[in-house]
């Protein structure tokens, strides 16, 4: 998926900095990929919460019982590697937007 999307917003810088219009039929599919990529971003930050919950309750169980422990270190792993890909997914998608509206606005002219 990363690399789906830098791909797409290389395509979409081009298309921003190029000076050639495009037609409303590829601008509606250009603001359909970003929907659906901003449905990514919601999924992801479902899942982000989800394993900081799950970090959170088995940090206060491993207090009792010392098994919680490995289980808050593989959640707590988890966490963090979701936390830099929804760190990536939210800066690429504010881009993706910005070159959108560049395209929108060199084709409403």
């Known amino acids: 998926m990363k690399h789906g999307l830098k791909e797409y917003s290389n395509e979409l810088k081009k298309l ?11 601008l ?3 603001y359909i990929k970003i929907k659906n990529y901003q449905h990514e971003r919601l999924i992801h930050l479902l899942i982000t919460i989800t394993f900081a919950f799950i970090t959170l309750f088995s940090l206060y169980f491993a207090k009792t019982n010392i098994a919680y422990l490995v289980v808050t270190l593989i959640s707590f792993i988890m966490l963090v590697c979701y936390i830099m890909y929804y760190y990536y997914l939210e800066n690429t998608i504010q881009l993706l937007y910005k070159y959108y509206d560049l395209i929108y606005k060199k084709n409403s002219k």
């Open 16 to 26: 921003s900095e190029e000076n050639i219009s495009i037609s409303d039929k590829e």
């Open 28 to 30: 509606k599919y250009h």
